[in-house]
Every structure is written in structure tokens, then in C-alpha cells.
């Protein structure tokens, strides 16, 4: 229980300022990237009519999602952005994965990487949305029913970034709470594994594919 909270942070002094850098989310998110990467090239190295399990796997998880993709957004639109939505969801997928393996800690455990998902899905959403549209009908939009819903609407398309930054990092940190309450509460070799796989695995996948499928919807909003 005295590990719950200690955070290993680098503090680098910026024009009279301190930059505060989580270093054990650092760490494990570059551990996540670099999974991925070599999952990537695995899966990819020889490509075969008779592929084997990493192809397998990789083919059926990119043409589920392409296919998400393209029923959310048109043709043209589905293949610029059906790459981000795949790597969206395994970064995350892998990142909520991540706690299974002792010493090993969920990157989306510290809200600073929920946070800046949310944030990046937000820009490139309304980015779309300015380029389909064009800034003129863009702006309208905000607009409707009535002009003087125009800071309402402003004000939910921001709390679009708190709700899916705060429901998946929630998910994940009540998650490791809960596993780590247990485990110090109960001697069985049973239920805090079994509470560990719950959250991590099937919790984390939930959470991983709704925050996906979210900025998807988002995109597809503005858009339409």
C-alpha cells in the first residue's frame, strides 16, 4: 500500500519554471511503443497465403477496424484516418495489457496520457470538420438551434475531452486500486490474479475499444 501514490518524477527547471516529467509512464509508454513495433514487424516480415498466428492476428484486427472506419466516415475520409483509429486502439489495448506483467504499470493509469489522446482526437476531429465543411458553415454549426446556443455548444464539445479522458482513466486507476486493496486484504492466490486479468484484460480492452470508437464518432460528427 506505500507505493500507492509515490510518483518517480523528473523536474526540469524551464524559464523560471519546473517541468514535471512522470518517469515511470514515460518509461512504460515507450516500452508499449516499442511492443508494438516489433509485433508490426513480426507480422509483417513474411506475408504468406498461409499466414501464420502474428499475421492472422494483425489482418483480422486492421480490417475490423478499417471496416468501423469506413461505416463511420466516406471511401476517401475512411482511408486517411482508419490508420489512426488502429493505432489508437492497440497503443491503448496494449497500454491497459500492460499492469498483467509484474513490475509493469498501464501508461493510461496517469492522466496525462488519457488527457492528450483526448486532446489530439479533439484537434484532428474539428480540423476535419473545418476542412469538409469550410470555416463559414463550420462556425454555424455552433450556431443551432439558435445563436445564443452558440457557448453551450462550445462548452460540450470541450467537456468532450474530459469525459473520454476521465472515463478511461477511471476505468484503469480504479482498476489497479481495487487489485491493490485486495491484495493486501486477503491472502488468497486467487482473486486479486483473477481481478488483475478482469480489469486488465477484458476492462482494458472495453475501455480501450470505447475510447476509440468515441474519437471516431467525433470525427464522423463533424464531418457530417
Not at 486492421?62 to 471511401?75: H, M, P, S, Y
Request: with cysteine; aromatic share 12%.
Amino acid at each position: 500500500m506505500e507505493d500507492l501514490g509515490k510518483i518517480h518524477q523528473l523536474i526540469v527547471p524551464c524559464f523560471g519554471h519546473d517541468m514535471v516529467f512522470n518517469l515511470e509512464i514515460i518509461v512504460m509508454t515507450w516500452i508499449v511503443i516499442l511492443g508494438l513495433i516489433c509485433f508490426g514487424f513480426l507480422a509483417a516480415r513474411k506475408k504468406n497465403m498461409l499466414p501464420g498466428p502474428l499475421q492472422i492476428a494483425g489482418e483480422l484486427l486492421i480490417t475490423a477496424l478499417f471496416g468501423l472506419t469506413g461505416d463511420a466516415l466516406d471511401e476517401k475520409l475512411a482511408k486517411k484516418y482508419a490508420p489512426l483509429i488502429c493505432a489508437l486502439f492497440m497503443f491503448l489495448v496494449v497500454c491497459n495489457w500492460l499492469g498483467l506483467i509484474p513490475h509493469l504499470e498501464e501508461p493510461t493509469k496517469d492522466l496525462n496520457t488519457p488527457l492528450s489522446l483526448g486532446i489530439m482526437g479533439f484537434f484532428i476531429a474539428h480540423y476535419t470538420g473545418i476542412k469538409a465543411k469550410g470555416l463559414k458553415r463550420y462556425l454555424l454549426d455552433y450556431c443551432h438551434p439558435i445563436f445564443i446556443m452558440a457557448p453551450l455548444n462550445v462548452i460540450g464539445e470541450l467537456a468532450k475531452i474530459v469525459s473520454i479522458s476521465f472515463r478511461l482513466f477511471g476505468n484503469i486507476m480504479g482498476g489497479a486500486i481495487i487489485i491493490l486493496v485486495v491484495s493486501h486484504l486477503t491472502f488468497s492466490i486467487i482473486l486479486p490474479p483473477f481481478l488483475n486479468a478482469f480489469f486488465g484484460i477484458f476492462v482494458g480492452t472495453i475501455q480501450a475499444f470505447v475510447f476509440t470508437m468515441l474519437t471516431l464518432v467525433y470525427i464522423s460528427v463533424q464531418v457530417n
